[in-house]
Nanobody, 125 residues
Framework: EVQLVESGGGLVQAGGSLRLSCAAS????????IGWLRQAPGKEREGVSC????????WYADSVKGRFTISRDNAKKTVYLQMNSLKPDDTAVYYC??????????????????WGQGTQVTVSS
């Protein structure tokens, strides 16, 4: 089992940057692909980015490619999401989630087994 806690959300102007952190606990952190997903009001939850457990390969949604960067530090059991050139459309609650390494790539939303509580990101125009 993995417990996840997000931090780093907040209010930022368009064009600004934020770095989200996802701190994990549990002995099997290395066995999970870790993803960032977001949900805006009135919209479905969507995948933003994911980083694999083994080879560290990454995936990004088209809407964030070139602006967001995901990384993980297995020793610290922490995954980061660096968000640059933020846009008002990026406003959402951002969740960190863990999917088994055997899940599809990138994992579908339903394949994420463990979730954090979410952190609010608000981008003003």
């Amino acid at each position: 089992e993995v417990q996840l806690v997000e931090s780093g959300g907040g209010l930022v102007q368009a064009g600004g940057s934020l770095r989200l952190s996802c701190a994990a606990s549990g002995e099997t952190f290395d066995a999970y692909n870790i993803g960032w997903l977001r949900q805006a009001p009135g919209k479905e939850r969507e995948g933003v980015s994911c980083i694999a457990s083994g080879d560290g390969r990454t995936w990004y949604a088209d809407s964030v490619k070139g602006r967001f960067t995901i990384s993980r530090d297995n020793a610290k059991k922490t995954v980061y999401l660096q968000m640059n050139s933020l846009k008002p459309d990026d406003t959402a609650v951002y969740y960190c989630a863990a999917a088994p390494a055997t899940s599809r790539w990138p994992p579908q939303v339903a394949e994420y087994a463990y979730w954090g509580q979410g952190t609010q990101v608000t981008v003003s125009s």
